[in-house]
């Protein structure tokens, strides 16, 4: 059954890794309108306005679902889901409750839980397996200077390329958190 999922996001990078584990969650049919909503603070400020957005495309193609997906960059994610929360309270929505979801580090997290993804996307060897992925600082950062190292890019095909291969049941185990998000999603 195809679907129509609302997204707003922060940046580029998360927009490509959430629709792609979005779609291994519900399919390849799943299709996507996305909002891009910029970096933290300004995001929570936006985030209301660009709901409204989404409300306005709702009314002409019916959304399923409307996710707010962000990084929290190392700050506690319930925070980050708590202010945007409080950012549309006492508002209501055609599509519904929009669902909010708090990556703890940055979206790349997820790339490099996954090292098979990344190996897979680079062509070569350019990470091990990572125990404890949101211990790192600076996923991102990570990633460019190991890419680099092969001789490669941090590109946004390598992104893509990634996030196609990710295995959502490593994601299952890598974050205590993504059993929720994937709840979410299923519901």
Known sequence: MARRIGLVYEDENLRIISE????????????????????????????AKLLQVLNVKHLSAPLDKVFVIVDANGEDP??????????????????????????????????????????????????????EPETFKDPKRYLIQRLRNSGQEFTRQFVRDAASHLDIEVLGRAFKEFPRLRNMLER
């Open 20 to 47: 792609s584990v979005t779609r291994k969650v519900l399919g390849p049919q799943t299709d996507f309108e996305g909002l891009l909503g910029g970096s933290w603070p300004g995001f929570k400020g936006d985030v």
């Open 78 to 131: 319930q925070e980050r889901e708590d202010s945007l929360s409080q950012k549309i309270r006492n508002r209501t929505y055609p599509f519904g409750e929009p669902k909010l979801y708090a990556i703890k580090r940055q979206s790349e997290t997820w790339l490099i839980a996954d090292a098979s993804a990344v190996n897979t996307a680079a062509g070569a060897h350019v990470t091990p397996p990572i125990a």
